[in-house]
Nanobody, 123 residues
Framework: QVQLVESGGRLVQAGGSLRLSCAAS????????MGWFRQAPGKEREFVAA????????YYADAVKGRFTISRDSVENTVYLRVNSLKPEDTAVYYC????????????????WGQGTQVTVSS
């Protein structure tokens, strides 16, 4: 079955950087759009970034444009989220997601989800 395992979340000071990783298994990685979402305490889960199966297309939420970068490694079957210039409002659990359809990912309703990794930004 499809498994998505996130890692890399931790406590970091405002202005700092992190690289989140999501290792995927049980799927043909290059055929799947991959995405990152986040959920802050008391808020609904929100879209952060997505990347197409071949990696040619990326899309970001306005709140993270210019600070976050999504990428993927087809050899390691891993998707990354580089997060720079972190702000306290970036504090959230970050979830990796996968879907065979770019349209479905674009509609923010991917089929597969990881368990999440906690990012906490201190001011």
């Amino acid at each position: 079955q499809v498994q998505l395992v996130e890692s890399g979340g931790r406590l970091v000071q405002a202005g700092g950087s992190l690289r989140l990783s999501c290792a995927a298994s049980g799927l043909t990685f290059s055929a799947y759009a991959m995405g990152w979402f986040r959920q802050a305490p008391g808020k609904e889960r929100e879209f952060v970034a997505a990347i197409s199966g071949g990696g040619a297309i990326t899309y970001y939420a306005d709140a993270v444009k210019g600070r976050f970068t999504i990428s993927r490694d087809s050899v390691e079957n891993t998707v990354y989220l580089r997060v720079n210039s972190l702000k306290p409002e970036d504090t959230a659990v970050y979830y990796c997601a996968a879907d065979a359809s770019w349209a479905t990912m674009s509609q923010r309703v991917p089929r597969y989800w990881g368990q999440g990794t906690q990012v906490t930004v201190s001011s």
